[in-house]
């Protein structure tokens, strides 16, 4: 068998550096590119046409599920994806039994992978991996569905997405969403809208508000009472029963 022809697409150079050494003791292989964003990976995969990629799920331009769309499930050689922290990704992995790695790679789990790769290479069962990148999209495209807010406007329908989302807070029979300074009504309960949002990314500080906990500056404590404070001089009130489980959430952000 030819020497595995592989590409290593990840926005940080020491990640690309780990990756080489890894491969390094395994003669083979040969890598023949890297690349450092998704537009580029897109570029290289067209022209080199390689057999294995080893594609970061988040990178600038496009991700590693944006390149595998633009490129076509069809048209993508065998594929690895490594990850940090996307648990909706590794989620996915594991039910459509693609490959995966995540940061730090530990040398095994790499060996164990690349081993993998060479049964698939040498099976050459290209409809199960179409398949199974199809199948990938879709779930990625059908979570991303479940984020979308849609407002309901003079002008017709405001698509957002959760991650324009700062905080949210209960208005009656609405629900007020609150993004880089506008506000927009929703008829929907904000459990619905809890229910249907990353538990990770937001959190019920109280029965009248949602933060997202990217925007928050600090956590604040004055004359006994707990608060967020968000951009702007935003104050959300955290009630005592909650206050346990918003200090966690904080504890785990960068």
Known sequence: MDRIRVIIADDEPLARRGIRQL???????????EARNGRDTVKILSELKPDLIFLDVQMPNLDGFDVVKEVGPSSMPVLVFVTAHDEFAIKAFEAHALDYLVKPVEVDRFNYALERVRQQ???SKAADLTRKLASIL???EKERARERIVVQTARGKLILHADEVDWIEADDY???IHTGGARHLVRESLASLEERLNPKTFVRTHRSAIVNIDRVCELRQETGESFLLLAGGIRIPISRRRRAII?????HLK
Do not use: F, G, N, T
């Open 138 to 140: 879709a779930a990625r």
């Open 121 to 123: 290479l040498r099976s």
């Open 174 to 176: 609405y629900a007020a």
């Open 23 to 33: 491969l390094a003791p395994h003669k083979d292989i040969k890598v023949v590119a």
């Open 247 to 251: 200090a966690r959430h904080l504890r």
